[in-house]
């Protein structure tokens, strides 16, 4: 499912690349970088009995082409990844990983555009493919729904360049395993370049 996911993820991609060469001015590409804190999960298992996962700092990264508008407003398609080990064992000793892969559509608004020091704020909703490798049991994913949340500030560094630090919070509707239940929710701090072309 997950090759299937990825597939279609890289297409649309594609596409919406290939579209831009029409576009006028305001397209841009933006890639970030930076960490992710997974919040402690409630686990149910597949004979009900309840746990909680913790999980160690990760690492989460994003790729997106854009639209600016002109008008403090930018619209663009990401997709991201995420990924983290488990900190605190699953009962038995079980240790895991979990990561996921996102497609989003995203609505930013820059408050002070093209300025020495632009604060944003942002959301965008899409869906996630959420996989948990749990020793013992092996990979299990699900495809959900998820939505984000995002502020921080963008430094320009050329003419058609910005340095943008931010900070998300990222969650999607609880994954539904063959073995158990989760939820995903993150927290990220991120770092990243904006090039408009």
Do not use: C
């Not at 632009?118 to 495809?143: H, K, L, M, Q, R």
């Amino acid at each position: 499912m997950k090759r299937t996911f990825l597939i279609l993820s890289a297409t649309a991609l594609v596409l919406v690349m290939g579209n831009s060469l029409t576009w006028a001015q305001g397209m841009y590409f933006s890639g970030n970088l930076g960490a992710v804190w997974v919040e402690d999960s409630d686990i149910t298992w597949f004979d009900g009995i309840r746990d909680e996962a913790e999980f160690d700092t990760g690492v989460a990264a994003t790729g997106a082409i854009g639209y600016d508008l002109g008008t403090g407003l930018r619209t663009e398609f990401e997709i991201g990844y995420r990924f983290n080990d488990v900190d605190r064992k699953f009962p038995g000793g079980i240790g895991g990983d979990v990561d996921s892969f996102s497609v989003m559509g995203n609505a930013f608004f820059d408050f002070l555009p093209g300025r020495q020091f632009s604060p944003f704020i942002g959301a965008g909703i899409g869906v996630a493919n959420v996989e948990f490798d749990v020793d013992y049991w092996g990979e299990d994913d699900d495809t959900v729904f998820a939505y984000q949340i995002m502020t921080g500030v963008s430094l320009p560094v050329g003419y058609n360049m910005n340095l943008d630090f931010q900070y998300r919070y990222f969650a999607t509707e609880d994954p539904d395993f063959d073995y158990f239940e989760a939820e995903y929710s993150t927290h990220s701090v991120m770092g990243g370049l904006r090039i408009n072309f």
